[in-house]
């Protein structure tokens, strides 16, 4: 995951396929940040929560790279950890983390809802 700008960044592979985080769309309509159901910054030694903000960045797929990329209100306050400039990885989760919780609800209970295969002889 990548900002939209600024600042760029070429780290992008060109074979890369991302999944808009907000829902199934496709890659050229651009989710708004209204469809962000709630950020969950985590303290990551504590394993408590700092801060939840909603609707806090929206997201794209970059047609020709295939990367997922979003403008944080806050980039400059991130802290990157090891991750090159412009290359935001280490939140995947945080930046959408309530929407990623409903779809792993919902396909969670789709699959319990499903009856097994019927085993065949």
């Given at each position: ?7 760029s960044?070429?780290t ?33 030694f ?24 979003t403008?944080?209100?806050?980039y ?33 209970d ?12």
């Amino acid at each position: 995951m990548r900002p939209a700008s600024p600042p760029s960044s070429s780290t992008a592979c060109t074979r890369s396929g991302a999944t808009d985080p907000t829902g199934p769309r496709p890659a050229r309509h651009p989710a708004d940040k209204e469809l962000n159901k709630g950020a969950v910054f985590f303290d990551d030694f504590a394993g408590t929560v700092e801060r939840e903000v909603p609707s806090y960045a929206g997201a794209t797929v970059n047609t020709e790279t295939g990367a997922l990329e979003t403008t944080p209100p806050d980039y400059d306050r991130l802290e990157l950890g090891s991750f090159p400039e412009g290359v935001l990885h280490k939140f995947d989760y945080a930046f959408w983390y309530r929407n990623l919780q409903d779809n792993v609800a919902l396909r969670v209970d789709r699959y319990l809802s499903t009856p097994p295969a019927e085993a065949t002889d």
